[in-house]
DNA sequence: GTCCAGGTTTAGC
DNA sequence: GCTAAACATGGA
């Protein structure tokens, strides 16, 4: 068993998971259980220092993103002079913009679109039972998130039957693809606006998920999702009137440049977090 | 029962 | 190019 123990002023477990960039986690002990891929580790807060349990302390140093300092994001969003902005950062100021797993950003937001969170995690939880590799960690056994080519073995009344609704079709029509010369690994050298445009080429990717799948598949900060969340905040609190989310996106990309994806994750927790309370 | 969710596709102008 | 309806499901 590898350990790494950070301080929590600026990894926050509990905002990092719950600012919907990854479904598979639940509570377990005094933390919770966090599935990346093929792995698994036990994550929680000890005193000032936030806690990871894993056998691959490498990949997941790397997963939660812990080499850069993101001091210099809430500063930078307090430097924005605009209110809302500073609020959700200095709430959100524990969040992590995590490298994940590909393919799993992709079908994970592939399947999250028009979805509540709470049912798109039952969702994937039930996709990687049926689909993944079992594997063991400490007292806890797990399933992977499934390969492209396992999934591609399946067709669509397969994962009707799973209860994914229209987007059936999509997992047989990006499984097939990926299978059959679709490299997430070439498209990871195009620049961001290639790499979106591309992901658009696959069926089930509009600009919503190719956004997600660049910011926490591809760590491409200058990525702003829009989903019915972000919509509100640009109504409400940016005082926006455009309604064609794409513009809604450029909007916010030209005005926060390379900060786009972690502002964007502070304000989607921020306002989530007000819904909820 | 109605509304809605980290939207996308397709059809029709 | 744009707009509007259709799409499956289940929790609130």
């Known amino acids: 068993m590898e350990k790494i123990i950070y301080p929590s002023e600026f990894f926050d477990i509990k905002a990092t998971l719950e600012c919907g960039q990854l479904f598979r986690f639940r509570p377990h002990g005094r933390g919770y259980l966090v599935f990346s891929k093929d792995k698994c580790c036990y994550a929680y807060a000890e005193g000032e220092n936030t806690v990871i349990e894993c056998d691959d302390a490498e990949y997941f140093y790397n997963y939660f993103d812990l080499n850069k300092d993101y001091a210099e994001y809430v500063s930078a969003a307090d430097a924005e002079d605009t209110a809302i902005l500073s609020k959700a950062a200095h709430l959100g100021k524990g969040v992590r913009i995590l490298n994940q797993d590909k393919e799993e950003a992709l079908f994970s937001f592939i399947i999250s679109q028009n979805n509540h969170i709470p049912r798109i995690k ?7 039972d049926a689909l993944g590799e079992k594997k063991i960690f400490g007292e806890t056994e797990y399933f992977a998130f499934p390969t492209a080519a396992r999934l591609a073995e399946k067709d669509k009344d ?21 299978t059959h010369g679709y490299s997430l690994e070439a498209v990871a050298a195009l620049p961001t606006a290639e790499l979106k445009k591309s992901l658009l080429s696959l069926k089930g990717v509009g600009p919503k998920v190719a956004d997600c799948v660049s910011l926490f598949g591809f760590h491409r900060f200058d990525s702003f999702p829009v989903d019915t969340w972000i919509d509100k905040v640009y109504r409400e609190n940016f005082g926006g009137e455009e309604t064609d989310r794409k513009k809604i996106t450029a909007y916010f990309v030209n005005r926060f440049g390379d900060k786009s994806g972690i502002f964007q994750q502070y304000l989607f927790y921020y306002k989530r977090s007000l819904e909820n309370a």
Do not use: H, K, M, T
């Open 122 to 128: 039952g969702i994937i939880e039930r996709l990687s």
């Open 158 to 178: 397969f994962y009707a039957a799973l209860g994914l609704g229209y987007r059936d079709e999509y997992i047989v029509n990006v499984s097939n693809a990926l």
